[in-house]
């Protein structure tokens, strides 16, 4: 039962692209309780006077997001429920609740299944959030859908779209060491297949790299910060794809420029270590490796001493439009910095 | 990496005995706004003085729940936001805002994902419902997950567990007519590929069942009825795995029996046709045949005559619990009625 239609891969447009498309297609009236839709890290909607509720949800599928060869299901349930709840902090937001959707293949037992639930437990403890309902069902591959919903006053909310020319760019914690990990756990399963039973794990050596990519952190410690020094950042986002590729989302959803200055990236030395053992450069690591789920976040200078100067890096500053996105090297130079961050579509 | 643990198969203590498992390892506190969490339909919390927020999340993975080669895309997309709205229903709510997470393998277009996003904007448009977001990511199977937001006043909230003894049992629409459908389509599947290229399908002689099946309704219009009408039901659930097994939930969670006249159990001329075809007894199909997304509630004799008899059938009466759960056979007698509904589990 195939009809006529023309066939138009979705690698031809990306990710971003289709959810362009397939956006136009959606006509039925808005509701007038919705404060940001589609186009942000999570959707708001308002639920009482001055109160907002935000929504998110992300998938991770095996094979996709995750190789269940060294991913623990324990790790795999903290880290589903923390990079959702990464989306309602990129928002200012608190989360309240969440629910699960799990695919099941026959490999998995009951017992991984229980190991997933203590991770989700755990991070679910450590936020805040109440695991309120889901659907368990069978799967060819393990796939894990989680909706958490948060909340935040009204004017709490911090949108992609407020930097102004001039703002500061400030990131949370250090970037590119989830890369890092990552690059450490497929050299390793390299090893695996080529040595078979002989294989030992070695992964001592780079303990806080692998642990930023098995179990990442949401930063609502930050949120927390804001609220009791009272200030709101301008713009905001997580950086789930990349540093480079979130700015882009910020400049473009705010009308401006901006100019990073590459030397003052945070990146731990446990990072440059993994970067220095493969040949590669770490500042392609802390640009376009993604799934750091730090913070970048636009703020006004007048706000930069009202906040604990350990808790994030200035790191640039936005500009006007006309100005672009630029990289400043550490040799003076400036290039124009490229989006082009981790993409799970058409590589 | 594996690990000593031991290895129990999901299908050994199937779906809901999984559920039961992993909600023992759930530790983190629970929020004093929740009023219904995991066990009912969907979960219920408060979002401001009497109102409350009532969110549901359920996953469609092809190759499980269904079969592209004769599910178009817009029906799929249809059916996606329609068998959640029908859990909001099933908590007596309006349905208000959606996410669609969804994973995409590399045979689906473009335009398919388009179609996809048509259908889902049809139910979006018929429920009143607005996508307010999502998540779209590579896959190796089509996979759909949508979570549905609703709300009601407090006092509306109808759960699994109020029925009581003497209360009717009613339900809406017809029963089994889309596991007729269901039947009809594999059968035109299995022709379709004893025939190859000769093979022309035969679709027109049961419109109705196979539409059931592949564009099943949410029966909003049962809420709004009975808000008009000033009545609330006792006990309320939706039909998705079949009247038998639903009736269990709904008895075990209110603590009592139930007795169903067979002949009383509302079947549509083409589900018996197909039944009559097949050589199958239609009872099966209306008793355990899933997907109808009908309502299943229990109502005060009182009550009956407040509603328009023509929006639903009563098929019998809540029983004192230790009178069991009970099927008259149109010959006059009675047999224990069973819950073993369609699971996608195991069996």
């Not at 629910?99 to 755990?122: K, Q, R, W």
């Not at 991070?123 to 309120?132: F, S």
């Not at 640039?316 to 290039?335: N, S, V």
Request: charged content about 25%.
């Amino acid at each position: 039962m195939t009809t006529g239609e023309s066939f138009t891969p979705v690698a031809d447009i990306g990710e971003f692209g289709l959810i362009e498309r397939v956006q136009q297609r959606l006509t039925a009236g808005t509701s007038t309780d919705l404060l940001t839709g589609i186009g942000d890290d999570a959707a708001v909607y308002r639920v009482a006077d001055g109160k907002v509720h935000i929504v998110t949800t992300d998938a991770l599928i095996e094979g996709v997001h995750f190789d269940r060869t060294f991913v623990p299901m324990r790790h795999l349930g903290f880290k589903a429920l923390a990079v959702n709840v990464s989306d309602i902090v990129a928002m200012n937001g608190t989360p309240r609740f969440a629910t699960i959707a799990l695919g099941l293949p026959h490999n998995i037992s009951v017992e991984m299944a229980e190991a997933f639930y203590d991770g989700l437990d755990e991070a679910a403890t450590l936020y805040g959030v109440t695991i309120i309902g889901g659907d368990m069902t069978a799967s060819q591959r393990l796939v894990i859908s989680v909706t958490v919903i948060g909340e935040a006053p009204e004017e709490r909310v911090v949108r992609r779209s407020g930097a102004r020319p001039g703002d500061l760019i400030c990131v949370s914690g250090d970037l590119g060491s989830s890369f890092a990990g990552l690059k450490v756990l497929l050299d390793q399963k390299k090893r695996m297949e080529r040595e078979g039973d002989a294989f030992k794990p070695a992964l001592d050596d780079f303990p806080y790299v692998i642990r930023r990519h098995l179990r990442p952190a949401a930063r609502l410690d930050l949120v927390r910060g804001w609220e009791q020094a009272g200030v709101r950042p301008n713009a905001l986002i997580d950086i789930s794809d990349g540093l480079a590729s979130e700015l882009h989302h910020l400049c473009k959803q705010s009308g401006t420029g901006a100019l990073v200055h590459a030397a003052t990236i945070p990146i731990d030395l446990e990072t440059r270590h993994v970067a220095d053992q493969v040949g590669e450069d770490v500042d392609t690591f802390a640009l376009f490796g993604g799934e750091d789920y730090e913070l970048l976040f636009a703020l006004s200078e007048d706000d930069l001493e009202r906040l604990p100067s350990d808790s994030f890096t200035v790191i640039g500053h936005f500009t006007p439009p006309d100005e672009g996105i630029q990289l400043k090297t550490p040799e003076g130079g400036t290039i124009p910095l490229d989006a082009q961050g981790y993409a799970h579509f058409g590589g």
